[in-house]
Each structure stands twice: as structure tokens, then as C-alpha cells.
């Protein structure tokens, strides 16, 4: 089972979403063939980089209202995060363009470790305020991961995986996804939104059953078509003998 995941780093639920779901993989019993995918989304793509304005603020600005409303909707947030197990520091938060972060996660991807780094760059950002638009900063969390971090800084730094952040930003647009997290299962069925875990258990034991139940439609070069598995019209071995 293929599972794609777009978010950005700079959505907290984000963050939240990729624990239920993880809360969820955990008690899929198959969970061993599940091929988790992390695909990039840009919630702000001309956004600058650190500005000097915090989570608040830019809250305020882009929703015209009060600083203490956009307070109020970051801590409750923050309990949100609590309630799976995330500490959030959404006072001390960078707000900043999540571009670079995207092509190190595609860099870590190169190297097997496409989880970790999507982990590490998340915490980064909302537990600790850590500025995901700064390189070298981001090529020390790639080395925290066991990744090269004069080679993530050179990466960055030279920007060959820009491209492939850009494909993937404009697959996202093709597919209509216009927020985050979007969950795609085997490219058929999406859940959108953090949901409880108990939504995402939910479509992996249905997909699941889909994938046992689905017959193999068998094509022949009959002009008719499909003759059926195990036809004597197709040349073909069977367990005890073969037809030719």
C-alpha cells in the first residue's frame, strides 16, 4: 500500500496529523507494507524569510484581526499538539519560507531517510524555534540525522532539487489539493485534514481489504480480449503443467 503525504512545515497540524496517523499505522496489523511517502505542499510560497515577526503577528496581519485573537488560536493549537504528545512553543516560532526545508527533505529522501528529516525539521520548527529558512541551520539538522551536513549545505546552497520541490507543488495543484495535511491512499482514496486516528485506521483496513479482494483482470492477444487465467488458448504454464 502506497500512502503520499503532502504538508508543509509551517502547519501545525501538520505536525499533529502525521502523529494520529502514525498513532494509527502503529495498530494496522500490515503495517510492514505500507510505503509512506513525504510529498511537499507551500501553505505561503512567497513568503519571506525571517522577517523578525512572530507566529502571532503574522496571524493577526493575514486574517485582519486582533493580536489577542491570533493568541488565542495559537494556544489552543498548542493543547491540540498536547493532546498527541507534541510540545509547541508558538511564541517562538520562525515564520519564514519553507522552501529550502522542502529540498532537504527531498535530499534526506536521496538518502533513505525522508521520515527522519521531515520528523526532525518539524520539531524544529514548533518545539524548539529553530529558523527553517537559514541554511546552515538546516544542514545542522540534517547532520543531527545522520545525513552529511557539508553535503545538505551544499544542496541548499547550489539548489539542484528545486526543481523537483516545484513538480511536486504543481502535481499538488493538478490533484486540487489547496490545504494540508492531505493524505493520498494508493492514488484513490484521501483523507483531508488532522483526523482522529481512528479515521485513518479506518481507511487503511478498508484499502487493505480492497487490495486482497481485487481480482487480476487477465489480457489475452485475442481479439476478444480478457479469455480468463489459466485459458488454453494462452500459452502458459500452470503449477503442474503447461499449455502451449
Given amino acids: 500500500m502506497k ?26 496489523p500490515h503495517r510492514d507494507q505500507v510505503e509512506v511517502g513525504f510529498r511537499s505542499f507551500e501553505l505561503a510560497p512567497d513568503a519571506q524569510k525571517n522577517t523578525g515577526k512572530d507566529m502571532n503577528t503574522v496571524l493577526a496581519e493575514k ?22 504528545g507534541l510540545e509547541y512553543h508558538m511564541d517562538s516560532v520562525i515564520p519564514t519560507n519553507t522552501h529550502d526545508a522542502h529540498q532537504l ?29 537559514d541554511l546552515p541551520t538546516l544542514a545542522r539538522l540534517a547532520a543531527e540525522i545522520g545525513l552529511n551536513e557539508h553535503d ?5 546552497e547550489e ?20 490545504g494540508v495535511p492531505f493524505f493520498v491512499f494508493n492514488n484513490k482514496y484521501a483523507v483531508s485534514g488532522a483526523q482522529p486516528s481512528e479515521t ?9 481489504q480492497e487490495e486482497q479482494q481485487q481480482p487480476l483482470q487477465v489480457i489475452t492477444g485475442e481479439a476478444g480480449g480478457n479469455s480468463g487465467a489459466g485459458s488454453n488458448s494462452d ?9 502451449v
Fill in 3 to 28: 500512502i503520499d503525504i503532502w504538508s508543509d512545515f509551517a502547519c501545525p497540524f501538520c505536525y499533529i496529523g502525521k502523529r494520529k496517523f502514525e498513532a494509527a499505522l502503529e495498530k494496522f
Fill in 63 to 84: 486574517y485582519g484581526m486582533p493580536y489577542e485573537r491570533a493568541k488565542q488560536m495559537n494556544d489552543q493549537v498548542t493543547l491540540q499538539a498536547a493532546e498527541v
Fill in 105 to 133: 527533505t527531498h535530499f534526506a529522501k536521496q538518502h533513505g531517510k525522508a521520515n527522519e528529516m521531515a520528523e526532525r525539521l518539524f520539531k524544529a520548527y514548533f518545539t524548539e524555534g529553530l529558523d527553517l529558512g
Fill in 152 to 156: 545538505a549545505l551544499k544542496t541548499l
Fill in 159 to 178: 539548489a539542484p532539487l528545486n526543481h523537483t520541490v516545484t513538480e511536486e507543488l504543481q502535481e499538488g495543484a493538478r490533484l486540487g489539493i489547496t
Fill in 200 to 208: 485513518f485506521l479506518e481507511v487503511l483496513q478498508q484499502v487493505w
Fill in 235 to 243: 500459452p502458459s504454464c500452470s503449477d503442474d503443467s503447461c499449455s
